[in-house]
Protein backbone atom coordinates (compact mmCIF):
# COMPACT_ATOMS: atom_id res chain seq x y z
CA UNK A 1 0.00 0.00 0.00
CA UNK A 2 0.99 3.79 -0.16
CA UNK A 3 1.22 5.82 2.87
CA UNK A 4 2.92 8.91 4.17
CA UNK A 5 3.65 9.91 7.80
CA UNK A 6 4.41 13.06 8.97
CA UNK A 7 3.72 14.67 12.56
CA UNK A 8 0.70 16.77 12.98
CA UNK A 9 1.92 20.10 14.69
CA UNK A 10 5.03 21.32 15.99
CA UNK A 11 6.09 24.54 17.83
CA UNK A 12 9.37 25.78 17.76
CA UNK A 13 11.03 29.59 18.31
CA UNK A 14 12.25 31.95 16.63
CA UNK A 15 15.76 31.68 15.50
CA UNK A 16 16.06 28.29 16.31
CA UNK A 17 15.97 24.91 14.03
CA UNK A 18 13.28 23.09 13.54
CA UNK A 19 13.58 19.18 11.90
CA UNK A 20 10.33 17.85 10.39
CA UNK A 21 10.47 14.08 9.87
CA UNK A 22 8.68 11.94 7.23
CA UNK A 23 8.11 8.52 6.46
CA UNK A 24 6.74 6.57 3.61
CA UNK A 25 5.45 3.21 2.20
CA UNK A 26 5.25 3.01 -1.49
CA UNK A 27 5.53 0.14 -4.13
CA UNK A 28 7.98 1.95 -6.58
CA UNK A 29 9.61 4.87 -5.03
CA UNK A 30 10.58 7.63 -7.84
CA UNK A 31 11.36 10.91 -5.78
CA UNK A 32 10.08 13.08 -2.82
CA UNK A 33 9.02 17.10 -2.34
CA UNK A 34 8.89 19.05 0.43
CA UNK A 35 6.18 21.81 0.08
CA UNK A 36 5.38 24.73 2.06
CA UNK A 37 1.53 26.19 2.25
CA UNK A 38 0.72 29.24 4.18
CA UNK A 39 -3.16 29.21 5.49
CA UNK A 40 -5.49 29.65 2.30
CA UNK A 41 -2.72 29.81 -0.02
CA UNK A 42 -1.45 26.76 -3.05
CA UNK A 43 1.36 25.03 -1.85
CA UNK A 44 5.56 26.21 -2.89
CA UNK A 45 7.94 24.22 -3.77
CA UNK A 46 11.01 23.60 -1.54
CA UNK A 47 13.21 20.81 -2.07
CA UNK A 48 13.32 17.53 -4.38
CA UNK A 49 15.28 14.20 -3.21
CA UNK A 50 15.84 11.18 -5.22
CA UNK A 51 18.88 9.90 -4.14
CA UNK A 52 20.33 9.92 -0.74
CA UNK A 53 21.51 12.13 0.99
CA UNK A 54 21.10 15.98 2.36
CA UNK A 55 20.07 18.91 -0.53
CA UNK A 56 21.34 22.53 1.02
CA UNK A 57 18.87 25.56 -0.14
CA UNK A 58 19.49 28.20 1.74
CA UNK A 59 17.96 27.98 5.39
CA UNK A 60 16.16 25.02 4.18
CA UNK A 61 17.94 21.50 3.74
CA UNK A 62 15.91 18.21 2.83
CA UNK A 63 17.28 14.58 3.71
CA UNK A 64 16.15 11.42 2.27
CA UNK A 65 17.42 7.78 3.18
CA UNK A 66 15.64 5.24 0.29
CA UNK A 67 16.28 2.26 2.37
CA UNK A 68 14.43 3.49 5.65
CA UNK A 69 11.64 5.31 3.51
CA UNK A 70 12.53 8.58 5.08
CA UNK A 71 12.99 11.80 5.28
CA UNK A 72 13.25 15.26 7.25
CA UNK A 73 13.09 18.58 6.09
CA UNK A 74 15.69 21.05 8.42
CA UNK A 75 14.66 24.44 8.76
CA UNK A 76 17.32 26.75 10.36
CA UNK A 77 17.36 30.45 11.58
CA UNK A 78 13.80 30.32 12.11
CA UNK A 79 11.82 33.15 11.28
CA UNK A 80 8.15 34.23 11.87
CA UNK A 81 6.96 33.89 8.11
CA UNK A 82 8.28 30.20 8.33
CA UNK A 83 4.85 29.43 10.15
CA UNK A 84 2.74 27.29 7.66
CA UNK A 85 2.14 23.68 6.40
CA UNK A 86 5.04 21.57 5.24
CA UNK A 87 4.06 19.14 2.78
CA UNK A 88 5.68 16.00 2.08
CA UNK A 89 5.04 14.22 -1.02
CA UNK A 90 5.92 11.45 -2.72
CA UNK A 91 6.05 10.04 -6.31
CA UNK A 92 5.12 6.29 -6.42
CA UNK A 93 5.64 4.63 -9.45
CA UNK A 94 4.49 1.35 -10.92
CA UNK A 95 3.77 0.17 -14.35
CA UNK A 96 0.46 1.86 -15.74
CA UNK A 97 0.16 3.55 -12.45
CA UNK A 98 2.11 6.97 -11.34
CA UNK A 99 0.73 9.09 -8.42
CA UNK A 100 1.87 11.60 -6.32
CA UNK A 101 0.97 11.17 -2.86
CA UNK A 102 0.65 13.82 -0.17
CA UNK A 103 0.73 13.75 3.26
CA UNK A 104 -1.14 15.48 5.58
CA UNK A 105 1.00 18.15 6.03
CA UNK A 106 2.77 19.39 9.51
CA UNK A 107 1.63 22.75 10.73
CA UNK A 108 4.55 24.38 12.13
CA UNK A 109 4.17 27.24 15.00
CA UNK A 110 6.95 30.16 15.34
CA UNK A 111 6.92 31.52 18.73
CA UNK A 112 8.67 34.50 19.31
CA UNK B 1 3.49 34.14 -8.90
CA UNK B 2 3.96 30.72 -9.82
CA UNK B 3 2.90 31.56 -13.22
CA UNK B 4 -0.30 29.73 -13.29
CA UNK B 5 -3.82 30.19 -13.66
CA UNK B 6 -6.86 29.23 -12.33
CA UNK B 7 -10.44 30.71 -12.83
CA UNK B 8 -12.54 31.32 -11.00
CA UNK B 9 -10.76 31.95 -7.84
CA UNK B 10 -14.48 31.29 -5.54
CA UNK B 11 -17.44 29.64 -6.80
CA UNK B 12 -20.56 28.97 -4.96
CA UNK B 13 -23.21 26.66 -6.46
CA UNK B 14 -26.02 24.34 -5.18
CA UNK B 15 -26.15 20.56 -4.67
CA UNK B 16 -26.63 18.75 -8.29
CA UNK B 17 -25.01 21.41 -10.63
CA UNK B 18 -22.04 20.79 -12.99
CA UNK B 19 -18.86 23.39 -12.76
CA UNK B 20 -16.07 23.90 -14.60
CA UNK B 21 -12.78 25.03 -13.26
CA UNK B 22 -9.60 26.39 -15.87
CA UNK B 23 -6.30 26.38 -15.40
CA UNK B 24 -3.24 27.43 -17.61
CA UNK B 25 -0.14 26.30 -16.76
CA UNK B 26 3.46 28.04 -16.74
CA UNK B 27 4.67 29.38 -20.36
CA UNK B 28 6.43 25.98 -21.62
CA UNK B 29 4.84 23.45 -19.31
CA UNK B 30 3.38 20.28 -20.42
CA UNK B 31 2.27 18.72 -17.55
CA UNK B 32 -1.23 19.61 -15.55
CA UNK B 33 -2.47 17.83 -12.35
CA UNK B 34 -4.95 18.97 -10.47
CA UNK B 35 -5.65 18.21 -6.72
CA UNK B 36 -8.39 18.57 -3.91
CA UNK B 37 -7.72 19.97 -0.39
CA UNK B 38 -10.28 19.74 2.04
CA UNK B 39 -9.67 20.54 5.67
CA UNK B 40 -9.81 16.66 6.70
CA UNK B 41 -8.42 15.11 3.55
CA UNK B 42 -5.15 16.93 3.08
CA UNK B 43 -4.22 17.42 -0.48
CA UNK B 44 -5.47 14.74 -2.82
CA UNK B 45 -4.26 14.38 -6.13
CA UNK B 46 -7.03 13.44 -8.52
CA UNK B 47 -5.44 13.63 -12.31
CA UNK B 48 -2.38 14.22 -14.52
CA UNK B 49 -2.19 15.37 -18.30
CA UNK B 50 1.00 15.16 -20.38
CA UNK B 51 1.01 16.81 -23.28
CA UNK B 52 -2.57 16.21 -23.94
CA UNK B 53 -2.96 12.91 -22.69
CA UNK B 54 -4.26 11.58 -19.63
CA UNK B 55 -0.58 10.07 -17.69
CA UNK B 56 -1.70 9.57 -14.14
CA UNK B 57 -5.07 9.07 -12.00
CA UNK B 58 -5.57 9.44 -8.83
CA UNK B 59 -8.36 9.66 -6.13
CA UNK B 60 -10.69 11.34 -8.87
CA UNK B 61 -14.26 10.31 -8.66
CA UNK B 62 -16.84 9.04 -11.44
CA UNK B 63 -18.23 12.70 -11.28
CA UNK B 64 -15.13 14.00 -12.14
CA UNK B 65 -13.69 14.77 -15.43
CA UNK B 66 -10.79 16.30 -17.12
CA UNK B 67 -8.98 17.19 -20.19
CA UNK B 68 -6.25 19.10 -21.74
CA UNK B 69 -6.54 20.98 -24.78
CA UNK B 70 -4.02 21.66 -27.57
CA UNK B 71 -3.20 24.54 -26.49
CA UNK B 72 -2.34 22.64 -23.02
CA UNK B 73 -4.76 24.79 -20.66
CA UNK B 74 -6.81 22.39 -18.66
CA UNK B 75 -10.73 22.15 -16.97
CA UNK B 76 -11.72 19.78 -14.59
CA UNK B 77 -15.46 19.24 -14.72
CA UNK B 78 -17.39 18.73 -11.42
CA UNK B 79 -20.56 17.08 -11.84
CA UNK B 80 -24.04 16.16 -9.68
CA UNK B 81 -22.14 18.49 -7.13
CA UNK B 82 -22.84 17.22 -2.99
CA UNK B 83 -22.24 18.98 -0.43
CA UNK B 84 -18.81 16.93 -0.05
CA UNK B 85 -17.24 17.84 -3.19
CA UNK B 86 -17.06 21.53 -1.27
CA UNK B 87 -12.60 22.24 -0.94
CA UNK B 88 -9.74 24.25 -2.59
CA UNK B 89 -8.83 22.99 -6.36
CA UNK B 90 -5.43 23.21 -7.00
CA UNK B 91 -4.02 22.76 -10.22
CA UNK B 92 -0.46 22.45 -10.80
CA UNK B 93 1.96 22.40 -13.91
CA UNK B 94 5.75 20.91 -14.25
CA UNK B 95 7.73 21.21 -17.49
CA UNK B 96 8.21 17.34 -18.21
CA UNK B 97 6.41 13.73 -16.38
CA UNK B 98 8.05 14.05 -13.54
CA UNK B 99 9.73 17.52 -12.40
CA UNK B 100 8.87 19.95 -9.78
CA UNK B 101 5.31 21.35 -9.72
CA UNK B 102 4.05 24.54 -9.64
CA UNK B 103 1.09 25.40 -8.55
CA UNK B 104 -1.87 27.97 -9.76
CA UNK B 105 -3.47 30.18 -6.81
CA UNK B 106 -6.53 27.81 -6.60
CA UNK B 107 -10.38 27.63 -6.72
CA UNK B 108 -12.43 27.83 -3.66
CA UNK B 109 -15.60 25.26 -4.50
CA UNK B 110 -18.76 26.20 -2.31
CA UNK B 111 -21.52 23.86 -2.79
CA UNK B 112 -24.74 24.19 -0.63
Known amino acids: GQNIDQPTEMTATEGAIVQINCTYQ??????LFWYQQHAGEAPTFLSY????GLEEKGRFSSFLSRSKGYSYLLLKELQMKDSASYLCAVRDVLPRDDKIIFGKGTRLHILP | DSGVTQTPKHLITATGQRVTLRCSPR?????VYWYQQSLDQGLQFLIQ???????AKGNILERFSAQQFPDLHSELNLSSLELGDSALYFCASSVADRETQYFGPGTRLLVL
Open chain 2, 27 to 31: SGDLS
Open chain 2, 49 to 55: YYNGEER
Open chain 1, 26 to 31: TSGFNG
Open chain 1, 49 to 52: NVLD
